[in-house]
């Protein structure tokens, strides 16, 4: 299964989008994600963002996220997790 059907599979629509612009992130070299960022640019609300990512928190094998401050919107810890 590729990649792509296993993220469609495996998280909602938006889950997905999430999770990929995360490890897209992470290829860049970032570690850290505000809210309202990700949002901008995934057309999606801050508060969309917030509810998604503490459901892949508990849920993306892949990926080690963790709520680090909350100044001006929420920032995420995202780190790759060790397959």
């Keep these: 299964m590729s990649k792509k059907a296993e993220i469609k599979e495996r998280y909602t629509l938006t889950q997905g989008k999430i999770v990929v612009y995360l490890k897209s992130g992470l290829v860049k070299g970032k570690q850290y994600f505000k809210s309202k960022y990700i949002a901008k640019d995934l057309g999606l609300s801050p508060k969309e963002v917030g509810t998604n990512m503490a459901i892949?928190?508990?849920?993306?094998?892949?990926?080690?996220?963790?709520?680090?401050?909350?100044?001006n919107s929420t920032t995420w810890c995202v780190k790759a997790r060790a397959a």
Excluded at 56 to 71: G, N, P, Q, T, V
């Design 56 to 71: 892949l928190a508990d849920i993306c094998d892949e990926l080690d996220i963790s709520r680090w401050s909350y100044s």
